[in-house]
């Protein structure tokens, strides 16, 4: 165990791939070591940055875009993938490993695709302490993305310190974001495949939404970008819009940014919890219920206090 | 509080909207009053049933045709739409309410909208408590319909004792339904839109898929029907597969049926309490996690003590 760290503070990827199977599979020793590493999850300055955007919106190749010029800073990267909608799998994502293959050989790019099987509505606990241990490595940017959409997205922005949201002008993507209710979770826009026809009209209904919510001379403008992602095009200015947004955040924003994200791992831990104790002996409780004998409230109660 | 209940009981729609909005409101009288109708809960002969589908397949216009078939046979209808993607409206969907209108002067009708704001998923626990109530009214079908994708159609199957699931020839439906794994969820299964090219391929895919499935003798097959719900054509059919359904689940599957509401319904208020209980007093417990002096599960621990 004591080589693990060792291993893992000498900056070895085995070991720190090692330490997310142990965190992942909620093996003890994963606890401890996240434990033995607060100093450096402390003191890094590690950017998290969320990548959001409905499915087709190009999350993927912006990030692989992201990967190769943040390399050509000289910074080391990593990359997580999540797919909370898929219980059934319980494995990772193999599409996310072959599409990353041209970083493969770069020992400053690190990939990790898992699963967040069963997590109820998006992102599991267990992302959390995968990315306590991303920050705790020393990589200088981690870009979580979920291949999920709804629940997930809003996760990911309880998580991340810097929140990209991708859309496109094709099929109404400012509407749907509207509807679903993200728009503001959004540090910043990125209108993706700025080629197709349509995409001065999205910057044009973002900037009106944004002007139509409330803001003073604090508020935070999310930056709006245009992108051709499979072009490369746009890229260093989004890595630029993030470190001017962690400028506006300052420390005490990103205070505010880390309490969120723990109390995101918070509310993930008592629900993970509460389905394992509600699982134990409650076929009678079942019974009970149905039968209208106990409320199900009555039976929460009960499982929760044993 | 007894007036309430005997007005109930005598069957006043009106004390069933207000005990409803009891239940809805998490007023104690309303776990009282569901305690007062055990006997009538046990003694239902109700037929509950799930209609699910990807929107635009025409649920709700099979569920208007279904309630005139239903009429015509004497039998009281009741209707729950719930909303689980909108957290935020925390409201009715007037939209059903509109839609309903024709079946408004009819006293043996009776429709009602809720958003089950915050649920994680799909249907919230009072979902299941309103559901328990109509049952007790008295009413021999009810039909609970959500309007969200995903998770909540794995949680109207959890809670409906017969689930229709809704395809259309369009847009490659039961591929999509196979990928999101909600094709073992049907106990019924309707070609909706029948007229439209494609139909009988569909019909093919899911009898293909049914007989890839482990069965033996004592398997359900689910029926698959054709409709076409806008001419309210092949809608009796579904009234007759739902009664032949019943039948082969007889009284120890409907147990095992309602066994399964149980825990879906004990699940959701472990859930609901915990995220209650998280609520209080944890800003100093965040920054403890945030600063990783606790692990977010030694944290949950803590709050599920209290």
Redesign the interface.
């Given at each position: 165990m004591s080589s693990l760290l060792t291993a893992f503070l000498a900056g070895d990827v085995r070991a720190l791939a090692r330490a997310i199977t142990l965190v992942e599979s909620g093996d003890a020793r994963g606890?401890v070591l996240?434990?033995s590493?607060?100093a450096e999850?402390?003191n890094s300055s590690c950017l998290v940055i969320g990548m959001t955007g409905a499915p087709g919106a190009g999350k993927s190749t912006l990030t692989d875009a992201l990967i190769t010029s943040c390399r050509s800073l000289g910074a080391r990267v990593a990359v997580l993938c999540v797919d909370p909608?898929s219980p059934?799998s319980g494995g990772a994502i193999l599409g996310d490993r072959i599409r990353m293959g041209k970083h493969y050989q770069d020992s400053g790019v690190f990939v990790r695709s898992m699963a967040s099987r069963g997590a109820?509505?998006g992102l599991a606990?267990t992302t959390?302490?995968v990315l306590?241990l991303l920050e705790a490595f020393g990589f200088a940017y981690v870009f979580l993305e979920t291949v999920g959409v709804?629940?997930s997205e809003v996760d990911i922005a309880s998580v991340a310190d810097h929140t990209v949201l991708v859309l496109t002008p094709a099929g109404g993507d400012a509407v749907q974001a509207f509807k679903a209710?993200i728009m503001e979770i959004a540090d910043i826009f990125v209108v993706n495949k700025a080629d197709l026809p349509g995409a001065d009209r999205l910057m044009r209904e973002i900037r009106a939404a944004q002007e139509l919510g409330a803001h003073d001379e604090h508020t935070w403008f999310a930056p709006i970008l245009q992108t051709i992602g499979s072009q490369a095009q746009g890229i260093p200015e989004i890595l630029e819009a993030i470190g001017q947004h962690r400028a506006h955040l300052g420390s005490s924003g990103l205070?505010t940014r880390?309490?969120e994200?723990?109390?995101f791992?918070?509310?993930?831990?008592?629900?993970?919890?509460?389905?394992e104790?509600?699982k134990h002996g409650?076929?009678n409780?079942?019974?009970r219920?149905?039968?209208?004998?106990i409320?199900?409230?009555e039976?929460?109660?009960e499982?929760?206090q044993t």
């Open positions: 606890e996240l434990s590493l607060r999850r402390q909608s059934f109820l509505g606990k959390v302490s306590s709804g629940q209710g205070q880390r309490l994200r723990a109390r791992e918070l509310n993930a831990a008592i629900q993970e919890e509460a389905r104790r509600a409650q076929q409780l079942l019974a219920i149905s039968q209208g004998q409320t199900a409230r039976a929460a109660l499982v929760l």
